[in-house]
């Protein structure tokens, strides 16, 4: 069974661009988060699918940041207009049907802002 | 989610049994308690999840006193594919719901040869 899959594992842009991060979850899974690590911090939890509406997206920081889950399946993270801050490793993670069930990180998209 | 408080750092050598100690004094009577590990460039990675006493699995063995004031992760016969972030979490889901895990700043451990 494949697991959670990330594209790209690495991208750079100028501030001011638009970069769009992918997750495909691990299939059958109709949960979806998103969660990042900016530099120097700790993993912070970004937001949550289920299938393809937005559960929880409590943890998004601001405006420039648009995810989508058309579908169902694979869900995109879009950051427009990119800020330095962005900077850091977005990961996805996906888990099964329902609550409480255990939660499979993909390797993460390092995001460089400069 | 309770607040936990583990070591920034350990070192140990290869062979060696690691024990890391997580403090969550205000844990929850429904909470449970939960590990995961972060290898260099990956994700998260779940390993092991307790209520009390000890549970063991193929990974880590999970100690937790009576009062479930802390918890104490076991990796036996450490090796050098052990060096990671481990991660203590406490929440009130068997699986500690991936919804807002709060990972906090982890242990970094490092295996020397």
């Known amino acids: 069974e494949a697991g959670v899959t990330q594209f790209p594992s690495h991208s750079v842009i100028e501030k001011g661009q638009t970069v769009t991060l992918r997750c495909d979850p691990i299939?059958?899974?109709?949960?979806l988060y998103w969660y990042r690590r900016v530099m120097g911090k700790e993993i912070k939890f970004l937001l949550h699918?289920?299938?393809?509406?937005?559960?929880?997206e409590s943890g998004m920081p601001n405006n420039r940041f648009l995810a989508e889950r058309t579908g169902g399946t694979y869900s995109t993270l879009k950051v427009q207009p990119a800020e330095l801050e962005d900077s850091g490793v977005y990961f996805c993670?996906?888990?099964?049907?329902?609550?409480?069930?255990?939660?499979?990180f993909g390797q993460g998209t390092r995001l460089t802002v400069v | 989610l309770a607040k936990t408080t583990q070591p920034i750092s350990m070192d140990s050598y290869e062979g060696q049994e690691v024990n890391i100690t997580c403090s969550h004094n205000?844990?929850?009577?429904?909470?449970?308690i939960t590990w995961y590990q972060q290898f260099p460039s990956q994700g998260p990675r779940f390993i092991i999840q307790?209520?009390?006493t000890k549970v063991t699995n193929e990974v880590a063995s999970l100690f937790i006193p009576a009062d479930r004031k802390s918890s104490t992760l076991s990796l036996p016969r450490v090796s050098l594919s052990d060096t990671a972030v481990y991660y203590c979490?406490?929440?009130?889901?068997?699986?500690?719901?991936?919804?807002?895990?709060?990972f906090g700043s982890g242990t970094r451990l490092s295996i020397r040869p």
């Open positions: 307790g209520y009390k």
């Open positions: 205000n844990i929850a009577t429904n909470d449970y």
């Open positions: 993670a996906s888990s099964r049907p329902g609550a409480n069930t255990e939660a499979f």
């Open positions: 299939s059958g899974h109709d949960n």
């Open positions: 979490l406490v929440g009130d889901a068997f699986y500690s719901s991936a919804s807002k895990i709060i």
């Open positions: 699918f289920v299938k393809e509406s937005k559960q929880d």
